[in-house]
């Protein structure tokens, strides 16, 4: 069974870095791309970015680009989003996601992690 | 980058009856279209992918038609679990996915 495990939820004060991780399971980590998906506070999806774990390409969408960074480690099948300074604006909740399918359609989505940025 | 346009963005329902929610795309997508369900505090859970095929474990009473640029997801027969949010999202620009803006599906 696919499993994709986040961290727990954070909070932080703006200015403050932070790198939130997504751990696979259940599958080949290395083949299959990991999404990663932003829901702000009673709002809808917003996909941020990709990456292939297997020789770490990434895209970003280009509302994201430069504002956060997507990583991936394929020896603990884990992939990450990290901000070098948050913003208010960053709290949401983070989701990631992947699929075995040829096509983006995410059939296995992680628990999602709380992000807090406040004064 | 392609829109995606979700129409409505909330209808109330009762159980039993037929909802059906339309996504429409700023170009031609083909059929490269999903639709998931959202619950407060959960994860999206892909329903339907290429426009029209059920994902494992879903029940049929969900379909989704279209091609192009619009589409349909119907729930037929409205079932207790199903009051949720619902998304569409293009997989035809292949580094350039989109959402639309979900319709919430809400008790009458």
């Known amino acids: 069974e696919v499993q994709l495990v986040q961290s727990g939820p954070e909070v932080k004060k703006p200015g403050e870095s932070l790198k939130i991780s997504c751990q696979g399971s259940?599958?080949?980590?290395?083949?299959?791309?990991v999404a990663w998906v932003r829901q702000m506070p009673g709002k809808g999806l917003e996909w941020m970015g990709i990456?292939?774990?297997?020789?770490?390409?990434?895209r970003y969408s280009p509302s994201f680009q430069g504002q956060v960074t997507i990583s991936a480690d394929k020896s603990s099948r884990t992939a990450y989003l990290q901000w070098s300074s948050l913003k208010t604006s960053d709290t949401a909740i983070y989701y990631c996601?992947?699929?075995?399918?040829?096509?983006?359609?995410?059939?296995?989505w992680g628990q999602g992690t709380l992000v807090t940025v406040s004064s | 980058d392609i829109q995606m346009t979700q129409s409505p963005s909330s209808v109330s329902a009762s159980v039993g009856d037929r909802v059906t929610i339309t996504c429409r795309a700023s170009?031609?997508?083909?059929?490269?279209l999903a639709w998931y369900q959202q619950k407060p505090g959960r994860a999206p859970r892909l329903l339907i992918y290429?426009?029209?095929d059920l994902q494992s474990g879903v029940p049929s009473r969900f379909s989704g038609s279209g091609s192009g640029t619009e589409f349909t997801l119907t729930i037929t027969s409205l079932q207790p679990e199903d009051f949720a949010t619902y998304y569409c999202?293009?997989?035809?620009?292949?580094?350039?996915?989109?959402f639309g803006g979900g319709t919430k599906v809400e008790m009458k």
């Open positions: 996601a992947t699929t075995t399918m040829t096509r983006f359609f995410f059939e296995s």
């Open positions: 259940g599958y080949s980590f290395s083949s299959y791309w």
């Open positions: 990456i292939y774990p297997g020789d770490s390409d990434t």
């Open positions: 170009q031609a997508i083909n059929n490269w």
């Open positions: 290429a426009a029209s």
């Open positions: 999202q293009q997989a035809s620009s292949l580094f350039l996915l989109t």
